[in-house]
């Protein structure tokens, strides 16, 4: 059903606006994630390649390109036009921090934050579609794209580097944000019945990508492993954590953005005068 009184499923942002939120906040995470754990300049590379990637992937669904500049018009009241301002400074920003210039690194990830919080923003700021304007979404996505970035960057790491116990001690904390989150936002959209079974079908997989790779840094920090060892393990746990991720904001915005649909208690019928009700 694309319209009536029962709700339906929007289909004006298809995958390729789902790969700018998959892509957006997973590369804005990388790009944190570098600067927090001062990894190899090539980790700011890869994490603004992510960002790019995901805006290409939105440009693609523009049904006017040549109107494409009129996003960043209003950044007084629209988060995208916002999100569209911060990007070339954090794809130059991060550009700098590969490049090793001094301070740039630092600027990067704070850009990169600013980012991600956009994105959680423009979701939430549509409020015909229950599970994405509860407020609650915006801290679950921001804290999924730095658990995603924070995994792609140990799964970057692995092949030659063993991430030492601090590393492992954030990405938990993300992990356990993450999935701390995930049942407030999901219980203040109940009432969302079409869009609750997408997210429930979604939930599943990603809470079992967020305790398997918990369960994988208890064991990191705990057991004496060889060097191959933890970064097999850690390889695992990347790849759990972003995969999850991904597949959570997918499903959001491609299955479970169901419109609220509307409700006429009185239908006006012709020659029936309208009744008051006390």
Not at 139 to 147: E, S
Not at 148 to 172: H, S
Not at 206 to 224: D, E, H, N, Q
Request: net charge positive; hydrophobic share 55%.
């Amino acid at each position: 059903m694309s319209f009536g009184p029962n709700p339906w499923q929007q289909h004006n942002w298809d995958w390729r606006a789902a790969s700018n939120f998959m892509a957006g906040g997973a590369g804005s995470g990388l790009i944190v994630f570098a600067a927090v754990s001062r990894s190899a300049p090539w980790l700011f590379l890869a994490g603004a390649a992510m960002v790019a990637l995901g805006l290409f992937a939105v440009a693609l669904e523009l049904g006017r390109p040549w109107r494409a500049a009129n996003v960043v018009r209003h950044p007084q009241r629209s988060w995208m036009s916002r999100e569209a301002l911060i990007a070339p400074l954090l794809l130059g920003s991060a550009l700098a921090a590969a490049l090793g210039v001094p301070g740039a690194g630092p600027l990067a990830a704070l850009l990169a934050l600013g980012f991600v919080y956009c994105q959680a923003h423009i979701l939430q700021a549509a409020k015909g579609i229950p599970a994405w304007r509860e407020p609650r979404l915006v801290p679950l996505l921001i804290a999924t794209g730095l658990a995603e970035g924070t995994g792609a960057g140990l799964l970057l790491r692995a092949p030659t580097d063993a991430a030492p116990a601090a590393l492992w001690f954030g990405f938990a904390l993300l992990l356990l944000a993450r999935l701390a989150l995930w049942p407030g936002w999901r219980q203040r959209v109940r009432s969302a019945a079409a869009a609750l079974a997408q997210i429930d079908a979604a939930g599943t997989w990603f809470k079992l990508c967020t305790l398997l790779p918990l369960a994988a840094a208890l064991i990191a920090v705990s057991s004496p492993l060889s060097e191959g060892g933890l970064r097999a393990l850690q390889a695992v746990a990347g790849a759990l954590a972003l995969g999850g991720g991904l597949w959570f904001k997918l499903r959001l915005v491609t299955r479970g953005a169901f419109n609220q649909g509307f409700a006429l208690v009185h239908l006006p019928v012709r020659g029936v005068p309208h009744r008051q009700e006390n």
